[in-house]
C-alpha cells in the first residue's frame, strides 16, 4: 500500500508497540502532527511546555517501563533543546528514540531557515544517529533505531527526518519485528532476578565495608602502639 512518509511514521510507531509519544509541535514535524492527530486513539502524545522537558520526561518513561522512551522536535532549536536529555540517556544508558523534524533535503547544509546540523551535534552522545534523506528509508531506518536502542548497552538513537520526506509517498509494508518495543517492559521474573543482584550487591558492600572497617581498626591499633613507644622513648629521654 502507498502511504506517505508521515502515515508511515505512525505506522512504524504502532509497529514497534510504541503507545506514548512526548514532544514539541514545530513547522517542520507539522505533517507528523497532523497524522499523529488522526491516530490519537492508537498513540498518546504528551504535549510538553519545552522540548527539553520533553526529552527528560522520555528518558524518564523508559527508566520507570523498561520500554524506549520517544520523543518528537522540531528542527534547529527545537531539535538542540533535546541535547540535555539525549546526553543524559547516554550517561546512564537509558533506551530512547528522539525524532527531529528538518529543512527540506535540498535546503541541506545551505543554512535554511531553522537548520542545525543535529546529527553532527548528537553524534558524541548517541548510540548512532541517522538522516532520512528517501521516503523509502524512512521505515526500515525506524526499525533500526528501535532495534539499536534496546540491543547490548542501551541508549538513545536519534532520526532526523527533512519536511519534504514526511509529505513524499511510497509504498509502505508492514513488518512484524522479533521483538516489540512493548515486550521490552520488565516482567515478573527479570524484576525478581534484578531484586536478587542487588541484594547480592549490597551484602557485598556490606562485606566490603566491614573489611574496611576492620583494617582500619588494626592501623588505628598499631598507629596507638607507635605513638605509646615513641611518647614513652621521650618521656625517658635526657635534653641538652
Known sequence: MKLTGSQIFVEVLVEQGVDTLFGYPGGAVLNLYDELYKNSDRIRHVL??????????????????????VVLAT???????????????????????????????????????????????????????????????????????FRIAQSGRKGPVLVDIPKDVTAAVCEFTPKKPGRTHAEYRKTKSEMQDWLVAQKIMQENLKEDEQKKSSCMSRKCGRKKKIDKAVDDGMSGAVWV
Open 48 to 69: 510538553t511546555a519545552h522540548e527539553q522537558g520533553a526529552s527528560h520526561a522520555a528518558d524518564g518513561y523508559a527508566r520507570a517501563t523498561g520500554r524506549t522512551g
Open 75 to 145: 528542527s534547529g532549536p527545537g531539535a538542540t533543546n533535546l541535547v540535555t536529555g539525549i546526553a543524559t540517556a547516554y550517561m546512564d544508558s537509558v533506551p530512547m528514540v528522539a525524532f527531529t523534524g528538518n529543512v527540506p533535503t535540498p535546503g541541506l547544509g545551505k543554512d535554511s531557515f531553522q537548520e542545525a546540523y543535529i546529527e553532527g551535534i548528537t553524534m558524541p552522545i548517541t548510540k548512532h544517529n541517522f538522516t532520512v534523506r528517501k521516503v523509502e528509508e524512512l521505515a526500515d531506518t525506524m526499525r533500526a533505531a
